[in-house]
């Protein structure tokens, strides 16, 4: 069949993945080899990929102005060999001429401020070392995570991919108080893990109807980020504004479609060994707290804290609770600074760190200790993500963090939330 006789609908994820890889159209199953506008490797990987590819003769690599390096995963050097890392890092930056590059305290989490700073748009196609990338669906682009085989990119300009079927949710009903959409993505996950929802491994999920469509930012960050761990091969927004150019056609085919009433739906907690684990908030209210941290790439940015700030004001966290707020871009903390935040989380007994991934990124800073327990808005909580396999961390949206350090032991943020609405 010619593909280019007739019109053929596609999803926006579709028009992306044909454009990038020089096609007209392309169909869920082509086996596709698309050309990246940017490629994104974290501080964690660089030397590994550098070396890999020295291995194979390779001594330049293709396409170096498109590269980025960012630094995010440790970022305040603990030990002498984390900073000897760093050096060489720049080392590699020099040699390949890579085109960006972002050294410590420059930029951020490499999920978060290239959308800040406009590097990562409505409609580009991106590759990408880390999973979390599913966070650039957020304003409409797609972002491929081949893991190790990044170095392929590196060496060659790209990879092939196969095209991924779609998966449309669409979210409806009028959600409560302290309803975030973290809490809306750690339901999603679990009615996905347990098989109440079409399946969704290797597939886009794309986010639909009204509660959808309503979300700001912030929001679509943390719902495309909370489905990654499952197995998903992407998740994606139809971009609004000037990027509604790249929305999909209206009568473009996917494998499901699915509506989801959230309507009564609690906050959520995810118990420790994935995202997928949601449950009421009221299933697990009381457990004891030893560590708190707001942050990664889930839930960092401005207006996460901001939320967050609004519970802690004017209150102190429970002594025993020690709390961790990890701006997730330098403009975020900047800005922290600017209006006050930053002085209300210190002063609720709250330590800052410097922008990154924080304690998420296996705990090189804030670790938690053998049979400690934790909440926090990480990415994700697998045992030993935060340092001692033995601990346990659960995770939550930044209003239950909050309201779970103030607390000293997990806690409904409903009540706090609605007491500072009604406060003049």
Not at 9 to 14: F, I, K, L, M, R
Not at 182 to 191: A, E, K, N, Q, W
Not at 274 to 280: I, L, W
Request: hydrophobic letters at 40%; glycine letters at 12%.
């Amino acid at each position: 069949m010619n593909r280019t006789a007739s019109r053929i609908p596609q999803t926006g994820a579709e028009k992306i993945l044909a454009r990038a890889s020089g096609k007209p159209c392309v169909r869920p199953g082509d086996i596709v080899s698309p050309i990246p506008e940017l490629v994104i490797i974290h501080d964690g990987y660089v030397e590994s990929a550098y070396n890999e590819l020295s291995n194979l003769g390779y001594r330049r690599i293709a396409r170096p102005e498109r590269v980025m390096f960012v630094t995010d995963h440790e970022v305040a050097y603990a030990s002498p060999a984390s900073a000897l890392r760093a050096r060489r890092i720049r080392q590699i930056a020099r040699e390949w001429n890579v085109g960006r590059f972002f050294d410590a305290g420059r930029g951020g989490h490499g999920h978060l401020f290239p959308i800040e700073a406009g590097l990562v748009r409505a409609g580009m196609f991106l590759s990408c070392y880390d999973m979390h990338a599913t966070n650039f669906g957020a304003v409409g682009a797609v972002a491929c995570a081949p893991g190790p085989e990044i170095v392929s990119v590196l060496a060659t300009g790209a990879v092939w991919e196969q095209v991924p079927a779609t998966v449309r949710v669409r979210l409806q009903g009028a959600t409560g108080p302290a309803l975030t959409a973290r809490d809306v993505g750690f339901h999603v996950t679990r009615l996905f893990a347990d098989g109440r929802l079409p399946a969704h491994d290797n597939r886009m999920i794309e986010f639909a109807g009204g509660y959808a469509a309503g979300l700001p930012l912030s929001e679509r960050i943390a719902l495309c980020n909370s489905l990654t761990e499952i197995g998903v091969a992407n998740v994606w927004f139809t971009p609004a504004g000037d990027g509604s150019a790249h929305a999909g056609d209206a009568d473009a085919p996917v494998e499901a479609d699915v509506q989801i009433d959230l309507a009564g739906l609690a906050p959520q907690v995810a118990l420790p060994g994935g995202p997928h684990r949601g449950v009421d908030v009221d299933e697990v209210a009381g457990r004891h707290v030893d560590h708190a941290y707001i942050g990664s790439c889930g839930s960092g940015m401005y207006e996460d804290f901001a939320a967050a700030a609004a519970l802690l004001r004017g209150r102190r966290i429970a002594g025993h609770v020690r709390m961790f707020i990890v701006p997730g871009t330098v403009e975020t903390s900047l800005r922290m600074a600017r209006d006050g935040l930053a002085e209300v989380f210190q002063e609720a007994g709250a330590m800052l760190l410097p922008p990154g991934c924080g304690p998420c990124a296996g705990g090189v800073m804030g670790p938690l200790a053998d049979g400690e327990t934790s909440i926090s808005t990480a990415a994700t909580n697998h045992a030993g993500r935060f340092g001692a396999k033995t601990a346990q961390a659960y995770l939550g949206s930044p209003l239950t963090v909050a309201a779970s350090a103030l607390a000293g032991c997990i806690a409904d943020p409903r009540a706090l939330t609605q007491q500072r609405e009604r406060t003049p």
